[in-house]
T-cell receptor, first 116, second 117 residues
Framework: AQKITQTQPGMFVQEKEAVTLDCTYDTSDQSYGLFWYKQPSSGEMIFLIYQGSYDEQNATEGRYSLNFQKARKSANLVISASQLGDSAMYFCAMREGLSNDYKLSFGAGTTVTVRA | DVKVTQSSRYLVKRTGEKVFLECVQDMDHENMFWYRQDPGLGLRLIYFSYDVKMKEKGDIPEGYSVSREKKERFSLILESASTNQTSMYLC????????????????FGPGTRLTVL
């Protein structure tokens, strides 16, 4: 079964508007971490934001915020005030448990195109 | 800043060739990872290593091997390249401290786009 599901293959957003990228996850662990990465056309994966399963507050990093709904097992990324430079592919990822392997499971990604 | 470098951005090889993809990180990270990225599939883990000379299979290790002789360097080897190994390959590294969320982050290199003809 897929551990991370991103149901939106592609999205268009108008410059200066907010956009929400969906991510649902599947785990039986109580302790886990959720990550969002951005991949511009250059190819490099850029870390954006992290949410731990025990964190009570939703994570925020500048224009990025994570809408964490534990009971629904969702961790949606919200980008506020979109900029042309936000056009990229976005990946949701999860690290399960406290094992030493530190593996991440990734979703299929969502391509965001910001229109001027 | 964490720096992860990969030996090539683009590589074209022939079927049956032995291919080496090199990855170097400069942050003294214990963990290193090799992923391949294909459209619609996201990133899939090939192999990872949490120490020198240690390696663990990921989700899709078939057709690949790895080598980690030094802490900063993690090599991915395609013993006999095949056309279905045409893909984007991404290397990543992370530290071992699981107590701090920020240190769990994996830092990625720029990727190598490999084409096998």
């Amino acid at each position: 079964a897929q551990k991370i599901t991103q149901t939106q293959p592609g999205m268009f957003v108008q410059e200066k508007e907010a956009v929400t990228l969906d991510c649902t996850y599947d785990t039986s662990d109580q302790s886990y971490g959720l990550f969002w990465y951005k991949q511009p056309s250059s190819g490099e994966m850029i870390f954006l934001i992290y949410q731990g399963s025990y964190d009570e507050q939703n994570a925020t990093e500048g224009r990025y915020s994570l809408n964490f709904q534990k009971a629904r097992k969702s961790a949606n990324l919200v980008i506020s005030a979109s900029q042309l430079g936000d056009s990229a592919m976005y990946f949701c990822a999860m690290r399960e448990g406290l094992s030493n392997d530190y593996k991440l499971s990734f979703g299929a990604g969502t391509t965001v195109t910001v229109r001027a | 800043d964490v720096k992860v470098t990969q030996s090539s951005r683009y590589l074209v090889k022939r079927t049956g060739e032995k291919v080496f993809l090199e990855c170097v990180q400069d942050m003294d990270h214990e963990n290193m990872f090799w992923y391949r990225q294909d459209p619609g599939l996201g990133l899939r883990l090939i192999y990872f290593s949490y120490d020198v000379k240690m390696k663990e299979k990921g989700d899709i290790p078939e057709g690949y091997s790895v080598s980690r002789e030094k802490k900063e360097r993690f090599s991915l080897i395609l013993e006999s390249a095949s056309t279905n190994q045409t893909s984007m390959y991404l290397c990543a590294s992370s530290s071992m401290d699981g107590q701090k969320a920020s240190t769990d982050t994996q830092y990625f290199g720029p990727g190598t786009r490999l084409t096998v003809l």
